[in-house]
């Protein structure tokens, strides 16, 4: 089982940054990758970025350049920076893992991921 407990959400200004953490506890197996998604409401979960345990990165193009995602092997902890947020950014925040390897396949899409953690709200006001 794989436990994913994020935190770090909250309200910012327009062009402000926010560091978003998500703490993993793994059982006997280990993920191939880990990702962030955000939802906003009434839209589709998106992926916002993504990170193989070789340390390769991923992200849409809505976010690259202001969204970084990180990884802190020793602390089990995965990590997205968010600089020059802005209010399209609202959306509640998703940490999701992997323990089936569909990285060249399905990095930003909820299809490559088993598990979620429950969320973390970031609000953005312009």
């Known amino acids: 089982q794989v436990q994913l407990v994020e935190s770090g959400g909250g309200s910012v200004q327009a062009g402000g940054s926010l560091r978003l953490s998500c703490a993993a506890s793994f059982a006997s197996y280990s993920t191939y990758y880990m990702g962030w998604f955000r939802q906003a409401p009434g839209k589709e979960r998106e992926g916002v970025a993504a990170i193989n345990s070789d340390g390769s990165t991923t992200y849409p193009y809505s976010v690259k350049d202001r969204f970084t995602v990180s990884q802190d092997n020793a602390k089990n902890t995965l990590y997205l920076q968010m600089n020059s947020l802005k209010p399209e950014d609202t959306a509640m925040y998703y940490c999701?893992?992997?323990?089936?390897?569909?990285?060249?396949?399905?990095?930003?899409?909820?299809?490559?991921?088993?598990?979620w953690g429950q969320g973390t709200q970031v609000t953005v006001s312009s």
């Open positions: 999701a893992a992997s323990t089936v390897d569909y990285w060249s396949l399905w990095p930003l899409l909820t299809r490559g991921y088993n598990y």
